[in-house]
T-cell receptor
Framework: GEDVEQSLFLSVREGDSSVINCTYT??????LYWYKQEPGAGLQLLTY?????DMKQDQRLTVLLNKKDKHLSLRIADTQTGDSAIYFC???????????FGTGTKLQVIP | GAVVSQHPSWVICKSGTSVKIECRSL??????MFWYRQFPKQSLMLMAT?????????EQGVEKDKFLINHASLTLSTLTVTSAHPEDSSFYIC????????????FGQGTRLTVV
């Protein structure tokens, strides 16, 4: 089945850029997602990228996809304290409509 | 965006009792909903796929008699944790697929279950 991995923790200063990385194993994934989970809340879909794209930009968010290396990254420009949360990458895999999540990266933004 | 509401947000129950968690799609009909479980410092683990009008499909290792799923309508799926034990304490999250949006799923806010 699909295996999705992320680093567990990232700390950045307010105003700097954050880059959260993710690797996956199933090369047939057609979409790859980034979700945000704030404390005590459910998951919020931040953005997604089709597997035939290398990059997608959405305001402060930039997603880069390297299919050859099965590597996905999320860049947050001008990181704010409100961006502090856990970020999950996710990839379909292991069956129809199933989604496998990474372990999540806790982003801490220092004022 | 589409809204998925989960209730309750948190619940504490005694060991041996059953707990029901509801997942509702508020502004769309969802033929497929998913139930996930999240252990501390671990990622979400898919427990089962809930299909309206049919039996749920459980992932390997998930006890179907313990985690009862009912998807009786296009806007409601329920997860009942039967005879709960402390090891069932976890964060449970549901999601619903938005029709015509492929694999885009919207998540509820989750339910924190504590079994004492």
């Amino acid at each position: 089945g699909e295996d999705v991995e992320q680093s567990l923790f990232l700390s950045v200063r307010e105003g700097d850029s954050s880059v959260i990385n993710c690797t996956y194993t199933d090369s047939s994934s057609t979409y790859l997602y980034w979700y945000k989970q704030e404390p005590g809340a459910g998951l919020q879909l931040l953005t997604y990228i089709f597997s035939n794209m290398d990059m997608k930009q959405d305001q402060r968010l930039t997603v880069l996809l390297n299919k050859k290396d099965k590597h996905l990254s999320l860049r947050i420009a001008d990181t704010q304290t409100g961006d502090s949360a856990i970020y999950f990458c996710a990839a379909p895999g292991g069956g129809y409509q199933k989604v496998t999540f990474g372990t999540g990266t806790k982003l801490q933004v220092i004022p | 965006g589409a809204v998925v509401s989960q209730h309750p947000s948190w619940v504490i129950c005694k060991s041996g009792t059953s707990v029901k968690i509801e997942c509702r799609s508020l502004d769309f009909q969802a033929t497929t909903m998913f139930w996930y479980r999240q252990f501390p410092k671990q990622s979400l683990m898919l427990m089962a796929t809930s299909n309206e009008g049919s039996k749920a499909t459980y992932e390997q290792g998930v006890e179907k008699d313990k985690f009862l799923i009912n998807h009786a309508s296009l806007t409601l799926s329920t997860l009942t944790v039967t005879s709960a034990h402390p090891e069932d304490s976890s964060f449970y999250i549901c999601s619903a697929l938005l029709p015509a949006h492929g694999t885009e799923a919207f998540f509820g806010q989750g339910t924190r279950l504590t079994v004492v």
